[in-house]
């Protein structure tokens, strides 16, 4: 038999080269690969079809209004919910200005000043504990502390119970961010004749910042689409808010409320305000995805 | 005039917070070790050692790995002390005066005692920024003071010339030999008394390495320097004086000339003659 023969044609007859000499093999290969492929694809389905949804049914009614107007009362037409959108933004700015600071002066404790400490270690736990606690359970958090004790739901309310949602996220990624900082810079620090302080206002939490501005955002986007913890909080409102002590509208509420009753334009409405929630929390993660690239 | 350097010779008794102006010209025990021992832990790193080391010359520590000669370094401007569970026995003295004396802070002493790196670190700023670092940290923000100070120690860096016209722009833009440069630029800006390398051009290609060995021969008219070096020839070329360690002893120390060319330690011989390292 020629040596170079026949087994030398097998080889150029398969398509998938030496290797894989049998059919079956070649076509596990491809199923596998096509499996793959395709589920991958299935994953943006959910994603662009929100998006898909979400715009087909809440462009028709979005104009300028729906910022300006109040919602309108049960089988009315006309308004908006700018009310919704301002308590959205202040509920959120309020837990904001309780979160990020708890949570990125906490992360400096644990990643500067104490990083193998047994507190520092408690506090780790703990945030990670809390990245999983129900949305819920930081509204009736929120009820017990601040509503039951001051008689009535508020936007402080709903602020708190936003407040503990993003607090574990904040204090988390803040801590990533500070040990993302490179040693080398706080030794060169140091070696300059600087205290802690200084070195950690100085060059760590400027390094640092961008990590700990895209936590923040993440954690922003996360809120402002959360309806259970402002249920018994924030409860809601159909007019503006005059002061930080009243029921106060929000976005998901507003969008809970309208999609369940009767009313075709109120359930119209509901979808226009998810477009806008969509739109900023959308907007929200691009921006920090940008802030973050930017350093790395 | 900054504090630190104002004179106050009579400073073992008194409860000055700073060390004393140098009194004498090639003072011998400039920075002096007194029986030594230092632990990481239960782990002993340095083993009774003692030396003076002299002023405005180069002293140059060498010896294989983990022999000690970084972590002595490190001491002399107390930077193990960030390091957690670490402990000392013996002394160290400035200019006669223990760096352990509870009346000095420890930033003080660290802007007498400057440090350059093995890997250049210069911060995440614009050059400008980074040379006055040292200065603003111990609160001089005065424009002419800081910009009188960043020429002065570029110069003394020889990097004046190559970056006058950028020193707004980020000190990350340099090449390799230029950042070691600045960060002894940074180092000397604070003016301190003895200035420390740590491996400084371990990191380097070899023309860089040139530039700052030259560098340290001009360094010496104003600073007290001492130099960990795993390159023996690099010793020979830049250095006054030269101390060999090995597993945490100071097994020899005398002037480089001597050690490399009669050592008295059959073990520094070995190690020279390249039998281990």
């Known amino acids: ?27 596990g290969n491809r199923f596998l690969s096509t499996l793959c492929i395709t589920l991958s694809l299935l994953t943006m389905v959910p994603l662009l079809s929100i998006i898909y949804l979400v715009l087909k049914n809440g462009l028709p009614l979005l104009k300028w209004s729906v910022f300006t107007g109040l919602p309108p009362a049960a089988g009315m037409t006309g308004g908006g919910f700018g009310n919704a959108v301002v308590g959205t933004l202040v509920m959120v700015g309020l837990g904001l ?11 400096i404790y644990i990643n500067e000043y104490s990083p193998v400490g047994r507190l520092a270690q408690a506090v780790r736990l703990v945030a990670k504990l809390l990245t999983g606690i129900p949305s819920i359970i930081c509204g009736v958090f929120a009820f017990a502390v601040v509503v039951s004790t001051s008689g009535s739901f508020s936007a402080y309310a709903g602020g708190v119970a936003l407040a503990v949602l993003m607090l574990p996220t904040i204090l988390l990624t803040s801590e990533q961010a500070l040990l993302g900082v490179q040693s080398a810079y706080r030794e060169a620090s ?19 910042l961008p990590a700990i501005m895209t936590g923040i955002m993440l954690a922003v986007a996360r809120a402002a689409g959360e309806t259970a913890p402002l249920i018994f909080t924030a409860l809601f409102s159909q007019y503006w808010a005059k002061s930080l002590g009243e029921p106060t509208a929000s976005l ?25 929630l969509v ?9 920090a995805q940008l802030a973050f690239a930017k350093k790395h | 005039m900054p504090t630190f350097m104002q004179e106050d010779k009579n400073s073992p008794s008194s409860a000055s917070r700073e060390f004393p102006e140098a009194s004498a ?17 239960k782990k002993q790193a340095l083993f009774d050692v003692s030396m003076d080391i002299p002023e405005k010359q180069v002293t140059a520590f060498i010896g294989p790995s983990g022999c000690g000669k970084s972590t002595l370094l490190r001491n002399f401007n107390r930077m193990n002390e960030l390091i957690d569970g670490v402990n000392y026995t013996g002394d160290i003295k400035l200019l006669g005066r223990s760096i352990y004396d509870p009346a000095i802070e420890v930033i003080a002493l660290r802007r007498s005692i400057g440090i350059v790196f093995q890997k250049s670190n210069p911060f995440p700023k614009s050059i400008y920024e980074n040379v006055v670092y040292g200065l603003r940290i111990a609160g001089r923000n005065k424009k002419a003071e800081l910009d009188e100070a960043v020429e002065r120690s570029l110069r003394g860096a020889a990097l004046w010339d190559e970056v006058k016209d950028r020193l707004h722009e980020s000190a990350l833009g340099l090449s390799g030999g230029q950042m070691q440069r600045l960060c002894i630029a940074r180092a000397i800006a604070n003016r301190p008394k003895v200035l420390l390398m740590d491996e400084p051009c371990s990191a380097l290609d070899p023309i860089a390495t040139v530039k700052v060995e030259e560098l340290i021969s001009q360094l010496t008219e ?25 597993l945490g002893k100071l097994i020899e120390y005398d002037t480089t000339h001597k050690v490399f060319s009669n050592p008295s330690q059959k073990q520094t011989e070995d190690y020279i003659t390249g039998r281990f390292g």
């Open chain 1, 190 to 208: 140091y070696g300059l004749g600087a205290t802690k302080f200084q070195t950690i206002i100085r060059i760590v939490l400027p390094d640092a």
């Open chain 1, 1 to 27: 038999m020629d040596p170079i023969g026949t087994h030398s044609l097998d080889f150029f007859s398969e398509g998938d080269g030496v290797y894989s000499k049998s059919a079956s093999r070649a076509l």
């Open chain 1, 252 to 276: 998901s509420v507003l969008i809970y409320n309208f999609s369940t009753v009767p009313f075709p334009y109120q359930v119209q409405m509901a979808w226009t305000a998810s477009l806008v």
């Open chain 2, 25 to 41: 010209p090639g003072r011998p025990d400039f920075l002096s070790v007194k029986n030594f021992n230092f632990f990481y832990g």
């Open chain 1, 97 to 107: 200005v309780l979160a990020a600071p708890l949570g990125i002066l906490s992360a």
């Open chain 2, 222 to 246: 104003e600073f007290t320097i001492v130099i960990v070096t795993h390159n023996m020839q690099q010793a020979t070329r830049c250095s006054d004086r030269t101390a060999f360690f090995y």
């Open chain 1, 279 to 287: 739109a900023f929390v959308t907007a929200a993660n691009i921006a």
